[in-house]
C-alpha cells in the first residue's frame, strides 16, 4: 500500500508511473486496486478501468477498449466530440459504436497492418495523455486488471505507454498472476525490467498471525481463535484471502458457524468443507484435461497433497515416460508442482480436496486399500517411517486390524517427537479401530493418550471427557493402577481451573497409593498433594510432601522421579519466599530433565528458573544470584521448547515470565507484548490460572508505570480469576498490587477493606503471597501517617527473609526504601540516609530502572527535609533521569506521555541555587560525606577500611561510592582518586 500510495503522490507531481500487482488468484490484487481506486477518486483523478478476460487472448486491444467504451459511456455527445476531437477517426476502429454517436467521423484509410498498428498506438497514448489536460486538468489513473490473459497487442501497446508517461501525470496500475505468465507478458516484463520503466508490487498470502487477526475481525472475536480450527483453516486455504472468505462463507450456509447470544460459535469440525466456488474453479481447470491426466489427478488427490512418482507410477500402473507426460501435463495446467525429481503436490490443498471431493465413497475405499498394499511392498524394509501413512490409509479403507496396529505405532512415534496433535489424529484412528473390532483392553490406554495430548493443546473438554473416560474404564475393569493414574491425570488438568477439583482428586489419588503396596506411585501422589498445598497457602505440609517424595525416590534411585520432585520443590521453594533454595532445586531438575530428554519438564523448569532473579514478584525477598539477561536467556529457551512441543499452556507461562525479566531490565515495551500474547494463549485455551498470572504481572507492570486505571482493571481480573480457580496463593499476590494501587489513589479506605479480607494479625510472613500482603499494610501505614507501624512491620519483614545475612543493609532495597521512608518520618535522618544509600547500591546492583528512581526520589525526600537543598535537587535530578529512560524505552507514545506526566509531578522541580548552594557544587555535586569518601579513595582505601574510618556499614559506604560514580560519570574507583587529587581533597582530608 505504501508504495501505491508514493505512486499516487509522484503522479500528482506529474511524473508518470507504471506499477504491477503480482500474485495468485485471490490474494488481494483486486482488494487492494478497489482501495487505490477509492483514494484515486478522492484525489479527484480520472479513472479508466479495463479488464482481461481469458477469451480474450486473441482478441487485439480487448482491455484498452473496455476501459475506453466504459469511460465514453458515461460522457454526453458533445463531451466526447471534445475529448477525441482528430483523434475519432483513428479511435473509431476500435470503437465502431463512435459512428453512431458521432455520424460525422469518418474513420481514416487503412495502412498495413504494422503501421496500422503504430498509428493506432499513437493515438491511444495522444488519447490518455489529453485526458489529463481536458476536459479538466487532472492525473489520470488506468487499471488493466489481469494481464496474464491479455492479448499480444495491447501488452505491446503498455510497452510504448510505459515510455512515454514518465513525464506526464499518468498512473497505470495492472495485475497479473505469476503462476499463469502467458510468453508475451514475459516479455513485456523483461522489457520494462530492462528499461526500469514499471515497478513490480508481489503480493504474498497471509500470514498464520494474520489469518488470526483477521478471523478476529470478521468474527468480532474478543480473544483469539482456538489453534486447531486456525490451524485447519490455514493449512486448507494457506493464507488466501479470497479461499479463506469461501470457506468461511461454506462453513456458515451449513450451519458449521453460527450467530448465537450475542457471539460467535462454531461445531466441531471433523471435515472442512470446499467451497462451491472453488470447486467449479477446478473443474473448469480439470475441463481441459485428457482422460488420462485426469484419472491421473484423481490418484494423486487419493494418495495426498503431496504424492511420490515411484508410489503414483505402481497405482496407475504406467511406464515411466508416459506418467512423466501426464504429470507435466498437471502442471502446465497449474494443478500440480514439482518439489522435487521424486516428490510432487498439487498447488494448493484446496485443488486436492476439490479433485478428492468427487470421488464416491466406494472409489475411496478401494483407492485407499491399494496406496496402503503398495506402500506395505515397496517400503517393507523401512516400514517404520511410513506408519502415519499407512494409519490413514487403512483407516479410509476400513481395514480395522491394520488401522490399529499402525495408528497405535504412529501415535506412539508421535508422542515421542512431541507433536499432540498428531497423537490425537492417531490415536483417534486407532480408537475406532478398536471398537470395531470389540477389543476393550485396548481402549483405556489409548483414550489416556489422547486425553493427555489434547491437554497439551489446551484443550479442556475433549481432555476432560477423555481422561474421565480412561477412570472409567479402569474402574470397570477393576484395574487400581491405572485408576490411580487417571484420578493424577484428571487432578493435573483441573488446575488450570478449579483447585478444590484439583484438591479432591490428588486426595483421592493419594488415599489410593496408600493402599497400593507401590512407592513409586505413593511418591508421585505425595508430590501432586505437595504441590496442591502451595498453591493454597499451605507451604509447610507442601514442603513434607515433596520431602517425603524426594526421599523415596532417591531410595529407588528413581531419575524421572528425582526429576520431578526436584521441580516441584523449586516451584515450593520459591512460592515459599525461598529463591535461592529454588534456584539450587531448578538447576538440578534442568539437569535431570535433560539428561532424560523431557523437554515438557526442562520447560518448565527454565521458565521458573527466570522467575527467581530481581524482578517484581521477587521485591520482599532475596533474588537469585542471576543477571537479568541469565533470566531472559532461560525463559527464551523455556518458549522455544513449548512451541517445538506444542504445549500451549506451557508457551503461554514462558511468555508471561518472559515479561518478568524484561521488565526488571527496563525493556517495558517488550515485556508488555510478551506478556500480552501469553494472555492471548491463555486465553485461546482457556487455561484460567495463567489468564489471572498474566492479568497480574499486566496489573503490577502497569502499577509502575503509574498507569493506574489499567492497573486497576488488570488486578481486579486477576483476583476474580484467582477466586474462581480457588487459588488463595494467587489471590493474596493480587490483592496486594490492588492495595497498592488504592494507596496511590488516596483510596485508604478501600485499601483497608482489602487487607481486612485478606490480612489476619496471625498471618505468617513466608510465602511470597504473605509477604506482598503485609508489605501493603506497611505502605497504607505510611501514608496514613503511622511510620511507626510501618518501620514495625518492614523490620519484621526483613528479618524474616530467607537467606538475608543481618549485616547486609538494604539488600531488599523494595523494603529498604520503604524502611528508609518511615525512618525519615520519624526524623531519624542518619539512618534514613544510611538505608536508603544501602537500597540504592543494592538496586544498582541488580540492575535494571525500576526502583532506582523511586529511592532516588525517597533520598530527595530525605535531604529536603533537612533543608540540604543541593543534595536534595541532586537525588531529584537522578530520580528524573531514570524517570525519562523509562520512558524512552515505552513504546506507546500515550503510555509514555501519561508515565512521564505522572512521575515528573511526584518529583520536586529545579529551584535556582544560592551562593553557599553553588559554592558546593564546586565539587561535582557530591555531599560533604561522598567528598570524604572520594578522599579516601585517593589514599587508596577500600570499601571496608573507609567504613571503619567514619564509623559507617560497609553496604552504605557502597552506596556513597556508587553516588560519586554517576554524579562524576566516571565507571572506576582510579577515576575518582585522581579527580579528588586534582581537586585538592587529598590534602585536605582528615582521616590520614
Given at each position: ?7 499516487l503522490r509522484t503522479v500528482q507531481q506529474g ?263 472453488v470447486q467449479e474453479a477446478v473443474q473448469r ?230 493402599t497400593l503396596d507401590n512407592p513409586t506411585t ?471
Amino acid at each position: 500500500m505504501e508504495v501505491l500510495e508514493m505512486a499516487l503522490r509522484t503522479v500528482q507531481q506529474g511524473t508518470g508511473q507504471i506499477v504491477l500487482l503480482a500474485g495468485e488468484a485471490g490474494v488481494g490484487k483486486s482488494r487492494l486496486v478497489a482501495e487505490i481506486r477509492q483514494r484515486a477518486v478522492r484525489e479527484s483523478f480520472t479513472i479508466l478501468e479495463g479488464c482481461c478476460f481469458e477469451r480474450d487472448l486473441l482478441f487485439p486491444y480487448a482491455p484498452l477498449i473496455d476501459a475506453l467504451r466504459a469511460f465514453l459511456a458515461t460522457q454526453p455527445t458533445v463531451a466526447i466530440t471534445d475529448l477525441l476531437g482528430a483523434l475519432a477517426a483513428e479511435l473509431v476502429k476500435l470503437l465502431p459504436e463512435l459512428a453512431l454517436a458521432l455520424p460525422q467521423v469518418q474513420s481514416t484509410r487503412a495502412l498495413d497492418p504494422e503501421a496500422e498498428k503504430r498509428r493506432l498506438f499513437e493515438m491511444l497514448a495522444q488519447f490518455l495523455i489529453r485526458l489529463t489536460q481536458a476536459p479538466r486538468t487532472a492525473p489520470l489513473l488506468l487499471i488493466l486488471e489481469d494481464l496474464h490473459w491479455c492479448d499480444e497487442t495491447s501488452l505491446d501497446f503498455l510497452h510504448l505507454l510505459a515510455r512515454r508517461v514518465s513525464a506526464c501525470p499518468v498512473l497505470v496500475l495492472a495485475t497479473y498472476r505469476r503462476e499463469e505468465i502467458s510468453p508475451h507478458l514475459q516479455q513485456l516484463l523483461a522489457q520494462l525490467g530492462r528499461g526500469r520503466l514499471a515497478r513490480e508490487v508481489v503480493l504474498s498470502p497471509l500470514t498464520q498471525s494474520e489469518v488470526n487477526a483477521l478471523l478476529q475481525i470478521i468474527f468480532d472475536l474478543s480473544r483469539p481463535v482456538r489453534a486447531e480450527f486456525l490451524e485447519a483453516i490455514y493449512a486448507l486455504t494457506e493464507g488466501n484471502p479470497f479461499f479463506i472468505e469461501e470457506v468461511l462463507q461454506t462453513l456458515i450456509a451449513a450451519g458449521d458457524i453460527f450467530y448465537a447470544d450475542g457471539k460467535w460459535n462454531r461445531k466441531f469440525l471433523e471435515e472442512l468443507k470446499i467451497p462451491p466456488s472453488v470447486q467449479e474453479a477446478v473443474q473448469r481447470r480439470t475441463a481441459h484435461l485428457n482422460d488420462a491426466a485426469r484419472q491421473l489427478l484423481t490418484l494423486a488427490a487419493a494418495v495426498g497433497r503431496r504424492f511420490n512418482f515411484a508410489l503414483l507410477q505402481q497405482l496407475a500402473g504406467r511406464d515411466e515416460s508416459e506418467l512423466l507426460r501426464l504429470l507435466k501435463e498437471l502442471v502446465t495446467a497449474q494443478l500440480v508442482i514439482e518439489e522435487t525429481t521424486e516428490q510432487f503436490a498439487f498447488r494448493h490443498a484446496l485443488t486436492r480436496q476439490a479433485v478428492y471431493g468427487g470421488l464416491l465413497a466406494r472409489e475411496r475405499q478401494v483407492l485407499h486399500r491399494g496406496i496402503g498394499e503398495i506402500i506395505e511392498r515397496i517400503y517393507g524394509d523401512v516400514l517404520d517411517a511410513h506408519v502415519a501413512d499407512l494409519s490413514y490409509h487403512f483407516y479410509e479403507a476400513g481395514e480395522w486390524a491394520r488401522v490399529l496396529d499402525y495408528a497405535r505405532r504412529a501415535g506412539e512415534k508421535a508422542q515421542a517427537l512431541y507433536a499432540p496433535r498428531a497423537v490425537i489424529e492417531h490415536f483417534t484412528r486407532a480408537l475406532v479401530a478398536a471398537q470395531r473390532l470389540e477389543q476393550v483392553p485396548s481402549l483405556a490406554p489409548l483414550v489416556r493418550a489422547r486425553g493427555l495430548a489434547y491437554d497439551i493443546l489446551g484443550d479442556f473438554e475433549p481432555a476432560h471427557a477423555d481422561l474421565e473416560r480412561a477412570l472409567e474404564l479402569a474402574r470397570g475393569a477393576g484395574d487400581r493402577a491405572a485408576e490411580w493414574q487417571a484420578l493424577v491425570d484428571l487432578g493435573k488438568l483441573w488446575a488450570s481451573r478449579n483447585y478444590a477439583q484439583t484438591g479432591a482428586y490428588f486426595q483421592s489419588a493419594l488415599d489410593l497409593a496408600r493402599t497400593l503396596d507401590n512407592p513409586t506411585t505413593l511418591a508421585h501422589s505425595l508430590n501432586r498433594m505437595g504441590n496442591w498445598c502451595i498453591n493454597v497457602e499451605q507451604p509447610l505440609e507442601a514442603t513434607r510432601c515433596h520431602q517425603e517424595a524426594l526421599a523415596i525416590f532417591q531410595t529407588l534411585n528413581d531419575q524421572r522421579g528425582l526429576a520431578q520432585t526436584f521441580d516441584l520443590l523449586a516451584v515450593t521453594s520459591m512460592l515459599g519466599g525461598d529463591l535461592i533454595q529454588s534456584a539450587a532445586y531448578n538447576k538440578h531438575a534442568a539437569a535431570l530433565f535433560q539428561g532424560l530428554d523431557d523437554r515438557q519438564g526442562l520447560a518448565s523448569c527454565l521458565a521458573f528458573l527466570a522467575m527467581g532473579g530481581a524482578n517484581y514478584s521477587t521485591d520482599t525477598v532475596i533474588p537469585a544470584a542471576m543477571s537479568g539477561v541469565e533470566c531472559q536467556q532461560c525463559v527464551e529457551q523455556a518458549v522455544r521448547i513449548a512451541r517445538e512441543i506444542g504445549w500451549r499452556a506451557g508457551e503461554a507461562f514462558a511468555l508471561i515470565l518472559s515479561g518478568y525479566s524484561l521488565w526488571a531490565q527496563g525493556q517495558y515495551g517488550r515485556a508488555l507484548a510478551s506478556i500480552e500474547r501469553g494472555l492471548e494463549i491463555a486465553q485461546e485455551i482457556e487455561h484460567r490460572q495463567w489468564m489471572g498470572l498474566a492479568h497480574r504481572n499486566l496489573g503490577a507492570l502497569y502499577l509502575d508505570l503509574l498507569a493506574l486505571p489499567a492497573a486497576r482493571q488488570h488486578l481486579e481480573q486477576a483476583l476474580r480469576l484467582a477466586n474462581e480457580i480457588g487459588s488463595l496463593y494467587h489471590a493474596r499476590i493480587a490483592t496486594g498490587f490492588l492495595v497498592s494501587v488504592a494507596i496511590l489513589e488516596h483510596k485508604y479506605a478501600q485499601a483497608e477493606v482489602l487487607l481486612d479480607g485478606a490480612l489476619r494479625p496471625d498471618l505468617p510472613m513466608q510465602t511470597l503471597a504473605q509477604r506482598g500482603i503485609w508489605r501493603g499494610r506497611a505502605e497504607l501505614a505510611l501514608a496514613q501517617k503511622d511510620p511507626d507501624l510501618a518501620l514495625q512491620i518492614v523490620n519484621r519483614l526483613i528479618a524474616s527473609a530467607a537467606n538475608l545475612d543481618t549485616r547486609e543493609a538494604g539488600a531488599i532495597p523494595s523494603l529498604a526504601r520503604l524502611q528508609g521512608e518511615a525512618l525519615a518520618a520519624l526524623r531519624r535522618w542518619a539512618e534514613a540516609e544510611a538505608t536508603l544509600l544501602a537500597a540504592l547500591a543494592t538496586a544498582q546492583a541488580q540492575g535494571g530502572p525500576r526502583l532506582l528512581w523511586r529511592i532516588h526520589l525517597a533520598l530527595g525526600r530525605l535531604y529536603q527535609a533537612q533543608r540540604q537543598r543541593g543534595e536534595a535537587e541532586q537525588a531529584f535530578a537522578a530520580a528524573r533521569q531514570v524517570v525519562e529512560e523509562i520512558a524512552a524505552n515505552l513504546p506507546d507514545p500515550h503510555l509514555r506521555d501519561h508515565f512521564l506526566r505522572q512521575a515528573l509531578a511526584l518529583i520536586p522541580q529545579p529551584q535556582p541555587l544560592s551562593p553557599l548552594q553553588a559554592a558546593k557544587q564546586l565539587y561535582g555535586g557530591l555531599t560533604h560525606r561522598e567528598s570524604e569518601v572520594a578522599a579516601l579513595i585517593a589514599q587508596g582505601r577500600s570499601n571496608r577500611a573507609i567504613a571503619e574510618a567514619l564509623i559507617l556499614g560497609e553496604r552504605t559506604v557502597e552506596g556513597y561510592v556508587a553516588n560519586i560514580l554517576a554524579k562524576l560519570g566516571f565507571s572506576s574507583r582510579t577515576q575518582i582518586a585522581s579527580w579528588a587529587v586534582q581537586k585538592g581533597l587529598f590534602a585536605t582530608d582528615e582521616h590520614g
